[in-house]
C-alpha cells in the first residue's frame, strides 16, 4: 500500500534500527501506564489547561530533556494559542538515584516577566529538581507560574511542592518510557514501564 513500508524494503542499516527497539522491549519488567492511558490523560489534562488560561497566552516551559516527549503530545491537546521555551537540567546522570545537584544546561531563551507560565515536568520523584527550577523561575517575576507534571512517585519527595496539574500517581520505582531514561535509552518507548533488574547491569 501506497504511504507504507515493509521492513524488507528497508536498507540493513533501518532494519537494524527497527530491531533493536524489540531489543529493548526485553529488558522492560512491568508496564505501569499503556499508550492508551497516556493518551486519555493527555486529552483530560489538556481540556483543563486550555480551560484555566482560557485569554491568558501562556507559555509552556518545557523541562529537557526528559519532558520532549510530553511536550509535543500535550501541546496539541491544549486547543488555544501558546508559546513554548526549554530549559535543559541535569541532575541524574547515569544513575537512578537523586544526586539533589541541578545543574541549567540551557535557560530559557525568553524573558518571562510578567508571563503566565506553565512548567512541564516528566517526573517528580524527590521533588528536588522542581523545586529548584521553580524558585528559580519565580525570581523572574512571571505573573503565573504553575507546574503540569505528568508522573508523580507517591510519598517520597523531599519538599513541599504544589503541583497544579499531576497526570498520575506512580509508586516509587525507577520507570522508563514516554521521555524518560535509563542511561539514554528507552526514551522512545510509547508506554511508561519499569526495567528488570538485569537491565541495569547489561550494555545496550
Ligand atoms: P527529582 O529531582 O528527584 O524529582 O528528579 C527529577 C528528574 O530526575 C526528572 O526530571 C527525571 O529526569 C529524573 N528521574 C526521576 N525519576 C526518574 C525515573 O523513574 N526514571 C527516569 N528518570 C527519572
Request: glycine share 8%; proline share 4%; hydrophobic share 45%.
Amino acid at each position: 500500500m501506497e504511504g507504507r513500508v515493509a521492513l524488507s524494503d528497508l536498507d540493513d542499516s533501518v532494519s537494524t534500527s527497527v530491531a533493536s527497539f524489540a531489543a529493548y522491549e526485553r529488558d522492560i519488567e512491568r508496564v505501569l501506564i499503556t499508550e492508551t492511558q497516556i493518551r486519555d490523560k493527555l486529552e483530560e489534562l489538556g481540556a483543563l489547561i486550555a480551560r484555566d488560561y482560557a485569554g491568558r497566552d501562556p507559555l509552556l516551559v518545557g523541562v529537557l530533556k526528559g519532558a520532549f516527549v510530553l511536550m509535543a503530545d500535550i501541546a496539541r491537546q491544549i486547543r488555544m494559542p501558546v508559546e513554548f521555551d526549554f530549559m535543559a537540567v541535569a541532575s541524574y546522570g547515569a544513575a537512578t538515584q537523586s544526586s539533589g545537584v541541578v545543574r541549567i544546561l540551557k535557560d530559557l531563551d525568553h524573558d518571562i516577566e510578567g508571563r503566565h507560565v506553565l512548567l512541564i515536568e516528566d517526573i517528580v520523584d524527590s521533588g528536588l529538581t522542581l523545586n529548584y527550577l521553580l524558585k528559580n523561575l519565580r525570581g523572574r517575576r512571571p505573573a503565573s507560574l504553575e507546574v503540569c507534571a505528568f508522573l508523580k512517585k507517591t510519598g517520597i519527595q523531599r519538599v513541599h511542592l504544589d503541583i497544579r496539574y499531576v497526570g498520575f500517581e506512580i509508586p516509587p520505582e525507577f520507570v522508563v518510557g514516554y521521555g524518560l531514561d535509563f542511561a539514554e535509552r528507552f526514551r522512545n518507548l510509547p508506554y511508561i514501564a519499569t526495567l528488570k533488574p538485569e537491565a541495569y547491569s547489561d550494555g545496550p
